[in-house]
T-cell receptor, first 114, second 116 residues
Framework: DTGVSQDPRHKITKRGQNVTFRCDPISEHNRLYWYRQTLGQGPEFLTYFQNEAQLEKSRLLSDRFSAERPKGSFSTLEIQRTEQGDSAMYLC????????????FGQGTRLTVV | AQSVTQLGSHVSVSEGALVLLRCNYSSSVPPYLFWYVQYPNQGLQLLLKYTTGATLVKGINGFEAEFKKSETSFHLTKPSAHMSDAAEYFCAVTLSIKAAGNKLTFGGGTRVLVKP
């Protein structure tokens, strides 16, 4: 069990560019979550998957954001036409999927939009 | 909808002194409560959680927290601070219903500074 893995750890991009982040959850974890954390704040929920189905999206997830989890394994989060306000740490977490179980977090991808 | 309030964005304690981090929540149904710790440029690590049963829960690194329903609180304590406790701490809540999907609502965090 290698834990939740996120790639890349850091990404610097120019405003208007598209970026894609990857998350590999703990194997056999059914649920996968994306959170966004801005400086000095707690993480905010973006979206989550149960296997390959995206079950909930926060209103924070604008039309420029899209997440996928093909085949219920790894997940990608894409941001199109990045804006400076998108600069944040993007955290991925996974859990076994039963009620009452904890989520295990990856180390995050820090995005800086210049 | 649920929410979490952490009183005090920064706390400074001396090494060996008591650490007390405050967390209050609001929830429409019985909550599950968590404390996470985050070191610089790292993800979140679970310290402890309350789901059901005993209201005093013990976690890793000597931390414990007590769920007080009447006060809607879940304060985190450690009797004696260590330099390695310097980090940011987040209280979080999720709803105890399947439909909630275990998604977490976090407080704003409390950064702990430990003075030698």
């Amino acid at each position: 069990d290698t834990g939740v893995s996120q790639d890349p750890r850091h990404k610097i991009t120019k405003r208007g560019q598209n970026v894609t982040f990857r998350c590999d959850p703990i194997s056999e974890h059914n649920r996968l979550y994306w959170y966004r954390q801005t400086l000095g704040q707690g993480p905010e929920f973006l979206t989550y998957f149960q296997n390959e189905a995206q079950l909930e999206k926060s209103r924070l997830l604008s039309d420029r954001f899209s997440a996928e989890r093909p085949k219920g394994s790894f997940s990608t989060l894409e941001i199109q036409r990045t804006e400076q306000g998108d600069s944040a740490m993007y955290l991925c977490a996974s859990s076994p999927g039963q009620v009452n179980t904890e989520a295990f977090f990856g180390q995050g991808t820090r995005l800086t939009v210049v | 909808a649920q929410s979490v309030t952490q009183l005090g964005s920064h706390v400074s304690v001396s090494e060996g002194a008591l650490v007390l981090l405050r967390c209050n929540y609001s929830s429409s149904v019985p909550p599950y409560l968590f404390w996470y710790v985050q070191y610089p440029n790292q993800g979140l690590q679970l310290l402890l959680k309350y789901t059901t049963g005993a209201t005093l829960v013990k976690g890793i690194n000597g931390f414990e927290a007590e769920f007080k329903k009447s006060e809607t609180s879940f304060h985190l304590t450690k009797p004696s601070a260590h330099m390695s406790d310097a980090a940011e701490y987040f209280c979080a809540v999720t709803l105890s219903i399947k439909a909630a999907g275990n998604k977490l609502t976090f407080g704003g965090g409390t950064r702990v500074l430990v003075k030698p």
